[in-house]
Structures are given as structure tokens and as C-alpha cells.
């Protein structure tokens, strides 16, 4: 049983805007840093952005800097991804993915992972 479930994927052409979720109904995400990692097909994975639980502090790659933003909504335990100005590079699978209270350095440093979405973008 998946522990976090991603929703929100879809596909879209380049420019364009997703809002991704991330929810649970076993973790309570406030109290866990909460990461965006995506895997394209034949490529390793990837972070893409990590928000702590302590004081909401985003680390965003420097590939998403300035065009995906990473938030959390504490009420409806839910972390979002806001993605703008979506290239084809951006196409993947994206997992959302919990850390007890930091972000880790490394995508192996993920206690739980949600099951992915698929994110298209088409040029």
C-alpha cells in the first residue's frame, strides 16, 4: 500500500501549466519534508524540488528555478507542485516522496514514495 498518492498529471504543450498533488491518508505530511521526483525513460531519477516541514523551506533544482514552485496546504495535508512554462524535457513520470522533517540530500534518502503520475509535454 502506497502511503502518499500523486494526482494531477496529464498532458500538455510546451508553455504550458500543471498543478500536481500529493495526499495521504496515513502520513500526516506537516511533520515530513516532502519531495517532487520525476524519471524519464532510459534516465535516472531525478529531484526536482523539496519542501521541509520545519519552516516550509523550498529546494528547488536548478532546472525547475523560476518556472515550478513547491507548497504545502497543512489542512487538507497536501503538497502541490506548480509547474509553469513546461518544456518537452520536463516529460516523466513524477513521484511525490516523504522524509522524516528534512529534505534529504539524495532521492535514496525517501522514506515513502507515492505511485507516480505521468506528466507529457508536447512540443
Known amino acids: 500500500q502506497a502511503h502518499l498518492a500523486e494526482s494531477g498529471g496529464g498532458s500538455v504543450q510546451t508553455g504550458g501549466s500543471l498543478r500536481l498533488s500529493c495526499a495521504s491518508s496515513t502520513l500526516s505530511l506537516a511533520f515530513y519534508g516532502i519531495g517532487w521526483v520525476r524519471q524519464a525513460p532510459g534516465k535516472e531519477r531525478e529531484g526536482v524540488s523539496c519542501i521541509s516541514s520545519r519552516d516550509d523551506s523550498a529546494y528547488p533544482a536548478d532546472f525547475v528555478k523560476g518556472r515550478f514552485t513547491i507548497s504545502r496546504d497543512n489542512a487538507k495535508n497536501t503538497v502541490y507542485l506548480q509547474m509553469n512554462s513546461l518544456k518537452p524535457e520536463d516529460t516523466a513520470v513524477y513521484y511525490c516522496?516523504?522524509?522524516?522533517?528534512?529534505?534529504?540530500?539524495?532521492?535514496?534518502?525517501?522514506?515513502?514514495w507515492g505511485q507516480g503520475t505521468q506528466v507529457t509535454v508536447s512540443s
Open positions: 516522496a516523504a522524509a522524516p522533517t528534512w529534505c534529504p540530500r539524495e532521492t535514496s534518502g525517501y522514506e515513502f
